[in-house]
């Protein structure tokens, strides 16, 4: 993979970091609520935290990949199949600029799991 793809990919995944983020600075957020409330409101606040407490748990594996993702650019093992060792394709990058295994390993992984 050339370097400004890897450069341009980079950018992707830190601004993606920066989004992640975000999202779970706002969700961690205490939003306390005002006054009192019936039995509706009580529920649906608890169904609210429930969730943002999913959606925060998938943003902090998201966010564990996009890190990891980052920290392979930086030790230059970025694009290289976890599994194989062989290059992932560049188009496969493209689209999902964290992925850690090429198409054939991610397939045989899958399989095994069903």
Not at 27 to 45: F, H, K, L, T
Not at 57 to 82: P, Q, W
Request: charged letters at 30%; proline letters at 4%; a neutral charge.
């Amino acid at each position: 993979m050339k370097n400004e793809q890897i450069a341009r990919i980079q950018k992707r995944l830190l601004a993606l970091r920066a989004e992640i983020l975000k999202v779970i600075e706002w969700r961690d957020a205490p939003g306390g609520s005002n006054g009192a409330m019936d039995e509706i409101d009580q529920a649906n606040e608890l169904i609210e935290k429930e969730m943002g407490f999913v959606m925060s748990n998938n943003m902090r594996s998201n966010l564990k990949e996009v890190e990891d993702a980052l920290e392979r650019i930086e030790t230059k093992h970025y694009g290289t199949c976890l599994q194989c060792g062989q290059e992932i394709s560049p188009k496969r990058l493209e689209v999902l600029p964290f992925a850690r295994f090429c198409v054939p390993c991610q397939e045989k992984m899958e399989n095994r799991g069903r």
